[in-house]
């Protein structure tokens, strides 16, 4: 029993309350062992080490996202909406405060609401793909097939922006 007590601190507590709650339940992993009941109280709970991890994506993808503000070619929305589904997971708080941003809120909720990209957003990524694929083409020197292959996926993210509404459908 110490040794699962400093593997997972809760299982005493949670023993401890499940015997309680339940009368003639197992309160040892030995005798549930005897009857091969391995449960819940013999692990941490699922989100435990979960939540923490989303909430750091989170500020990984925000950040992200802010430095595709300035950086050209780099995606702030396609950012900021991982960052937003990340904190849904892991901080209310925070998926509040990006959802109602003054800055970076306006482009995440038309997108929400009526999957829309605006149309200075639309010319801004086309414009930047093109650019970048003309430097990789005529100034980096890069293989010929690693240009092809950008080229696709290029072409596939401008079919996926062009196929996108610019206005809300009122």
Not at 76 to 86: C, G, I, V, Y
Not at 103 to 125: D, N, T, Y
Not at 126 to 155: D, E, K, R
Request: glycine fraction near 10%; hydrophobic fraction near 50%; aromatic fraction near 16%.
């Amino acid at each position: 029993m110490l040794a699962g007590s400093l593997i997972w601190p809760r299982e005493t507590n949670e023993h401890a309350q499940r015997a309680r709650f339940h009368p003639g339940a197992p309160t040892s992993c030995w005798s549930r062992a005897a009857k091969g009941s391995f449960g819940a109280f013999d692990r941490p709970a699922k989100g435990v080490y979960l939540k923490p991890l989303l909430f750091l994506l989170g500020w990984l993808f925000f950040g992200l996202g802010a430095v595709g503000v300035v950086v050209p070619g780099l995606p702030t929305t396609p950012f900021m909406l991982l960052a937003l589904w990340a904190f849904s997971r892991s901080s209310k708080r925070f998926h509040g405060w990006l959802y109602s941003h003054s800055f970076f809120g306006p482009p995440i909720q038309a997108w929400e609401r009526h999957r829309i990209i605006s149309l200075p957003v639309k010319v801004f990524a086309l414009l930047a793909m093109a650019g970048a694929l003309a430097y990789m083409v005529f100034g980096a020197g890069v293989p010929t097939w690693v240009s092809v292959v950008t080229a696709s996926i290029m072409a596939y993210g401008a079919y996926f922006i062009l196929g996108k509404p610019s206005r809300p459908p009122y």
